[in-house]
């Protein structure tokens, strides 16, 4: 009888291992040999299976992340002259260039020979991602040319200079790290003098540093770096005024304050940041089977073949890498596409990256004070646009809002209100014309002909400014793409011209190709809008009457001419609906789901928090909150329920999560690509088979806390109308009923998952520009918020955001390399803390609090303290604790382990078998092991970062390692699972005759851990569409092993478990024990526990494969990608376990029939109807949704799955 965890298991009788015979040997004196020791029968392996032959994979080995391949720049030609008019031009194209492949099988690919590259300057520290990580502050180069000026210009002294860069970059909140950087900036400098503070004001100084232009402190500035205050003029249309567009009345909003664009292209370019900028765009590919231990370097024949950017055909194997804007397609097409013959033949021909961010956002808690800032970010590396500390945003422009002034204005000149249509044409010309204002004449004449620019490297270079993406909410997206809002118009999508009741068919072949027909700027759109504007101004036709919807309302047009031309909240509107079906089966299953959500342990420092006491009423959510929830939530809803909708409910929460995980990556691939594809198109099958299951079953209503919205807002519109007020004035107490609520999808968020896979291949990952950058950037505009008078505060933000940029880029840079601050003192090491000479018998000794650790260097493997301030006797352990069954073979199973490690034996799951005199060999000096709360481990990621987890035994105590598994099993799973319940580590001498050296005392760190088995009856992976299923091992039967030993150095990174609440608790599996000192009130353990893939972006490829970072880490988990739609293939790239087979085991959730497909099925059968479905759908006929599930084996109500040739109903 096999251990599927939390069952038993049936052994023959074997002997008990005792806790050494309960001799204490002294560290001198060896005892006598014992009798050779009886062989115990193989134990149960800690993956819960019996041991068998066992092929040990080679050992877990951590590589440190390598830096992006370099480039080898060549040398300039010393004063290259311009070429004579009469030399003749080399018009034959550059030739491609390929670097060598780094020791991960990365490898670039530019169109040419690049001039600069920034990734040379890439060291370990700027990979690592962790806080914890001790790394070196980062230092930029000094250009050469400066103005003849002091560094601290334009203050007096470099006293002053300090203290003012301290106010204007710290913090507004003074805090102890604020307190520490006053002291070490600016008092302990070897330039400070108290002398120079005499009469100091601070707004002297500020005014200074605001009369001061930025030439005059750094050579390069020859853009004006100031604000400047316009207003925007808007043509005002009203209904039966008759008169032409240029005659109209006029409107000036006033308050757009704003930066031109060629003077942040210049400031950038010539500022420090300007080291990291990617000038040269290339194509970043990898090469999955590079061995860099035997590198097979081809060099690649002149009359390759290329591409259309004119790049060599993507060998066979190897796959494209999407990450950055400059390695993606569209970079490399607007790179080909400048203009030859405009440009400067001695001039370096580059691009201007521009990525526009925009939202309005509250500047205070309480009040209505708004600001609407453009931000623009350029050609750095989104690693380094994500850090905020990197300030490598630009204010562009603040947005003004139509004023109140403007209904005055409108009565008064037509002598109507302005209407609603009428405010909302407005709001799009206010739009429009301030992006008239930002591409002025200067702007167009630089994109078309390119700008010379002198570079903070002292060249100049021909620089074309080009626009590549614009994140901004729907509400704005629609204002820039000058289309109707959501509401009652057919074609809501600002990219495509789908319709509203197309939406729901996202992922279907059908609308794959409806988005291939985007909307452009083509001359019968621009006629279209001449004609709209022409009849209302010079026709008096209404805005939004019925002549002007009748050539607009097809398309979703509105009569504004373009000046310029990416969910969670498909995630949030399916947990609402799920909440509503919640309360329509039964109200107590709310309460539940609160209740497990409660439980649902953390992870990481902030990847996983602690859920709010009430998720389902969701009091001021955040973005994050919404996707902690789905990325926890299958565990939660299991069993809430009844089948068959358990089952079509935990199916599209996988996909659901599996799809998210797949947009948050940071680093594509081909394959992974190809495999998101796939997935989009299963979730909108789900999506939709959920609709006309489930959501059909159950009548749902709105929320409780929907309920009340409605009402207040109710309430507050009664409140203007005097016929809702009772004789006192007072307005009436509203009531109102529930009203029906279904799962809307055709919106605009569900129809834009069928864009993104094809977004990132076009201008990369998600997060490049998605709101989180702007939302980061909003911090900095609210906290120069708090600065101001709160008067004309526009005005203060943007004074106080040029102070910032002089400060930083011009006047701190300068000084960091003018005067040097005084050599700090390092710290004095605190002693090492002695044992304590009074033995603790206390099991909180095993995760002491006040046990710290520094920051850890990045490649370190792992990290434990090295205190001896508490510890633990390892004789008087198990007799303090005679009947804890978790000790019983605790010193003979720790000597085996240090045994093993001593003479060198790999570590194989088990630990090896020795006689009494061998571990009578092994002296752990004083019998001292020293305990420890966290152990820190480093490891790299499937991105190439440096990331680093915690482990703490009372907080996140478990771990994961690669798996020791039979070859030969086809149900095997890469990892095996564990709860560390101490960390430790001893002093340990060897001796006897299989000592290397007896007189060395080795320092030795360890983990005492409780294993989990493998629940081998439940179908997991994307097959099955389920988590991995994991339980504690029965501490009863000793020949289990539930409690092992771990060299820290096997562990690969923690894991998040989140229990199985379905299945309840139990106390069969281990009696009380010290190995739960970190739930000493529940001595109980979860029957299951389910493993969290979708914890973080690395777990996630962990689980599916294919991760650049992961090469040296685990075998590959499955053998070919998904390709297409075809899920019926036994090796799926996003199943880490194969599929349910003739040899598998039964899964033990299996869908209800619903009166089709019940007859038994095989795989012929299943062939032939997936051939005959593929022959309909060439000759035009579309498979339906019950198709698709039915064809990719998906266990739902309609799903058959096939054991031993039977079909399991």
């Given at each position: 009888m096999q251990w599927g965890c939390g069952g038993a298991v049936e052994l023959p009788p074997a002997p008990r291992r005792g806790h050494a015979q309960a001799i204490r040997v002294s560290e001198d004196v060896r005892p006598p040999s014992p009798p050779p020791r009886v062989p115990s029968p193989p134990p149960l392996r800690p993956s819960g299976r019996p041991g068998r032959r066992i092929v040990l994979p080679k050992r877990y080995r951590d590589e440190s992340p390598a830096a992006p391949p370099p480039v080898e720049i060549p040398e300039p030609p010393p004063n290259d002259p311009e070429p004579s008019p009469d030399e003749p031009e080399d018009t034959a194209p550059p030739r491609w260039f390929k670097t060598a492949p780094n020791s991960y099988g990365l490898y670039k690919v530019f169109p040419h020979h690049p001039t600069r590259d920034p990734d040379q300057c890439i060291s370990l520290d700027d990979l690592c991602a962790s806080s914890d990580l001790l790394v070196s502050k980062k230092t930029q180069t000094e250009a050469t040319p400066t103005v003849p000026t002091a560094p601290w210009f334009p203050f007096l002294n470099a006293t002053v200079a300090r203290l003012m860069s301290w106010f204007h970059l710290g913090a507004n909140l003074k805090s102890l790290a604020e307190l520490d950087a006053l002291v070490e900036d600016v008092l302990l400098q070897d330039d400070f003098d108290v002398a120079h503070l005499r009469n100091f004001s601070t707004a002297r100084e500020s005014k200074r540093l605001d009369d001061t232009v930025a030439s005059s402190i750094d050579e390069f500035a020859s853009a004006p770096d100031g604000w400047k205050t316009v207003s925007v003029k808007i043509k005002l249309p009203a209904p039966k005024h008759c008169v032409a567009e240029k005659d109209a009345p006029e409107f000036e909003v006033p308050g757009l304050m704003y930066r031109p664009l060629l003077d942040v292209m210049a400031e950038a370019f010539q500022s420090p940041l300007f080291e990291e900028y990617h000038t040269t765009p290339f194509e970043y590919r990898w090469d999955p089977a590079h061995n860099p231990g035997d590198p097979d370097?081809?060099?690649?024949?002149?009359d390759v073949a290329v591409d259309e950017h004119g790049?060599?055909?993507?060998?066979?194997?190897?796959?494209?890498?999407?990450?950055?804007?400059?390695?993606?397609?569209?970079?490399?097409?607007?790179h080909n596409e400048l203009p030859k013959a405009a440009t400067t033949p001695h001039l370096e021909?580059?691009?201007?990256?521009?990525?526009?961010?925009?939202?309005?956002?509250h500047?205070?808690?309480f009040g209505n004070a708004s600001l609407w800032p453009l931000y623009t970010f350029g050609n750095l590396s989104k690693y380094t646009r994500a850090k905020p500390s990197a300030n490598a945003g630009f204010h562009q422009a603040y947005f003004p809002s139509l004023p109140d002034s403007l209904k005055d204005f409108y009565r008064e000149k037509f002598g109507v209100t302005v209407s609603a249509d009428v405010w909302a044409h407005l709001k799009r010309e206010l739009m429009h014309g301030i992006w008239d204002l930002l591409l002025c004449p200067e702007f167009i004449h630089a994109y078309v002909h390119g700008i010379v620019i002198k570079c903070y490297d002292g060249i100049e270079r021909l620089v074309f400014p080009r626009f590549f993406t614009y994140g901004a909410d729907y509400p704005e997206k629609v204002l820039l793409a000058t289309i109707k809002y959501f509401g009652g118009y057919p074609c809501p999508s600002p990219r495509c011209f789908a319709e509203k009741n197309q939406i729901s068919e996202m992922g279907t072949n059908a609308d794959m190709r409806r988005r291939q027909k985007i909307r452009e700027d083509t001359s019968w759109y621009r006629h279209t809008i001449n004609t709209a504007r022409r009849w209302i101004f010079e026709k008096g036709y209404l805005v939004a009457g019925a002549a002007i919807n009748r050539i607009l309302k097809p398309t979703s047009l509105v009569p504004t001419r373009v000046k310029c031309l990416f969910e969670l909240g498909g995630w949030k509107s399916l947990f609402l609906h799920l909440i509503r079906v919640l309360h329509a089966y039964n109200p107590v299953s709310v309460e539940k789901l609160n209740e497990r959500f409660r439980k649902i342990p953390t992870f990481g420092r902030s990847t996983i928090r602690r859920f709010h006491a009430n998720v389902v009423d969701m009091k001021k959510p955040a973005a994050r909150d919404f996707e902690d929830i789905l990325q926890c939530c299958i565990p939660a809803f299991e069993g809430l329920l009844p089948e068959p909708h358990n089952t079509i409910v935990l199916t599209l929460l996988y996909t659901f999560a599996t799809w998210h995980a797949y947009g948050k990556l940071r680093l594509h691939t081909s394959g992974t690509i190809s495999a998101w594809r796939t997935v989009t198109k299963e979730l909108g099958a789900q999506a939709r088979h959920f609709l006309k299951t489930t959501c059909e079953a159950y009548t749902t209503y709105e929320l409780p806390q929907e309920q009340n919205r409605r009402a207040r807002r109710q309430a507050k519109k009664n409140s203007k109308s005097p016929a809702f007020a009772d004789v006192a004035g007072k307005p009436y107490a509203l009531y109102i009923s529930k009203i029906r609520k279904t799962w809307n999808i055709n919106t605009y968020k569900w129809h834009s998952f069928g864009d993104y896979p094809d977004a990132v291949v076009d201008v990369g990952t998600i997060e490049s520009y998605s709101t989180v950058l702007g939302e980061l950037a909003h911090c900095a505009a609210k906290r120069a918020y708090a600065k101001t008078n709160k008067r004309n505060f526009e005005q203060q933000i943007a004074a106080h955001e040029r102070r910032k940029r002089l400060l930083r880029r011009r006047i701190r840079h300068r000084m960091s390399f003018k005067s040097s601050s005084k050599p700090s003192t390092p710290a004095s090491p605190k002693p090492q803390q002695q044992a304590p000479k009074k033995r603790t018998k206390n099991a909180e000794n095993l995760a002491p609090a006040h046990d710290t650790l520094p920051r850890t260097p990045p490649r370190q493997r792992y990290h434990i303290s090295e205190s001896k301030r508490t510890s633990l006797h390892a004789l008087d352990l198990p007799d303090d604790f005679p009947d804890d069954p978790a000790l019983?073979?605790?010193?003979?199973?720790?000597?085996?382990?240090?045994?093993?490690?001593?003479?060198g034996i790999p570590y194989s799951g088990d630990e090896t078998e020795y006689s009494d005199q061998d571990l009578a060999d092994v002296?752990?000096?004083?019998?001292?092991?020293?305990?420890?709360?966290?152990?820190?481990?480093?490891?790299?990621?499937?991105?190439?970062?440096?990331?680093?987890?915690?482990?703490?035994?009372?907080?996140h105590p478990d771990i994961m390692v690669l798996a020791h598994e039979d070859e030969e099993d086809s149900n095997t799973h890469p990892y095996w699972y564990a709860r560390v319940v101490g960390i430790f580590h001893s002093e340990v001498r060897h001796v006897g005759p299989r000592s290397k050296n007896t007189a060395k005392i080795h320092h030795m760190n360890f983990l005492w851990v409780r294993w989990f088995g493998r629940d081998a009856t439940h179908s997991a992976g994307w097959l099955a569409r389920r988590l991995h299923r994991v339980g504690f091992l029965p501490a009863s039967e000793p020949n289990l092993s539930a409690f092992g030993f771990l060299d820290p150095a096997e562990v690969v990174r923690a894991v998040h478990l989140i229990p199985a609440f379905h299945y309840g608790r139990t106390a069969d599996l281990l009696r009380p024990s010290i190995a739960r000192h970190f739930d000493d009130e529940n001595q109980e353990d979860y029957e299951y526990y389910y493993v969290n893939q979708f914890v973080d972006r690395d777990m996630f490829m962990r689980f599916i494969g294919s991760g650049v970072g992961h090469r040296d880490i685990a075998a590959p988990l499955s053998e070919d990608p998904l390709e297409g739609t075809t899920f019926d293939n036994d090796n799926?790239?996003?199943?880490?376990?194969?599929?349910?087979?003739?040899?598998?085991?039964i899964p033990d959730e299996v869908a209800v029939s619903d009166g089709e497909g019940s007859e038994d099925s095989n795989p012929e059968d299943s062939s032939r109807r997936s051939s005959e479905e593929e022959g309909e759908e060439e000759n035009g006929a579309e498979p339906t949704d019950d198709d698709f599930l039915d064809i990719h084996g998906i266990a739902d109500v309609i799903c058959k799955i096939s054991y031993k040739g039977r079909s399991i109903l």
């Open positions: 370097v081809q060099l690649d024949p002149a790049l060599p055909e993507l060998p066979e194997g190897h796959q494209v890498v999407y990450g950055e804007i400059y390695t993606s397609p569209r970079m490399l097409k607007a021909t580059i691009i201007a990256e521009y990525m526009f961010w925009s939202d309005a956002t500047l205070a808690n019983e073979t605790f010193l003979d199973d720790l000597k085996s382990h240090l045994l093993s490690r001593l003479l002296n752990i000096i004083r019998q001292r092991l020293y305990t420890h709360k966290i152990l820190r481990v480093n490891y790299t990621t499937y991105d190439l970062r440096r990331d680093q987890d915690t482990i703490n035994t009372r907080s799926d790239e996003m199943d880490v376990n194969p599929p349910v087979s003739a040899d598998g085991p």
